[in-house]
């Protein structure tokens, strides 16, 4: 699987931005599909994931409510509808793709990642 990510830019607090992933592969649809950022000088984190099914999803609480992640098996494609966005959640984001349901919270559990996106939000 080929993932990758577009849609990210420059943003004032307070604003939207929605990136997209793009998979090339026709078993997109038996992956769990998640979105990790990295920050400069900062950890990888974890900021969405969502089941194959679509049925499920997951988020930390430092994006619950403000972030939303969808998926459509039919297109290959997986987006993160950012908003209310804040000058904390700056950094790349990269999707990536599991072939499991466990701990999809971690991003050991991908096996394919895409380039990245990098987003900026200004104060």
């Known amino acids: 699987v080929q993932l990758q990510a577009s849609g990210g830019g420059l943003v004032q607090a307070g604003g939207s931005l929605r990136l997209s992933c793009a998979a090339s592969?026709?078993?997109?649809?038996?992956?769990?599909m998640g979105w990790f950022r990295q920050a400069p000088g900062k950890e990888r984190e974890f900021v969405a994931a969502?089941?194959?099914?679509?049925?499920?999803?997951y988020y930390p609480d430092s994006v619950k409510g403000r972030f939303t992640i969808s998926r459509d098996n039919a297109e290959n494609t997986v987006s993160l509808e950012m908003n209310s966005l804040k000058p904390e959640d700056t950094a790349v984001y990269y999707c990536?793709?599991?072939?499991?349901?466990?701990?999809?919270?971690?991003?050991?559990?991908?096996?394919?990642w895409g380039l990245g996106t990098l987003v900026t939000v200004s104060s």
């Open positions: 990536a793709a599991s072939q499991s349901s466990l701990a999809i919270t971690h991003s050991s559990a991908y096996i394919y």
């Open positions: 592969g026709r078993t997109f649809s038996t992956y769990t």
């Open positions: 969502i089941t194959w099914s679509g049925r499920s999803t």
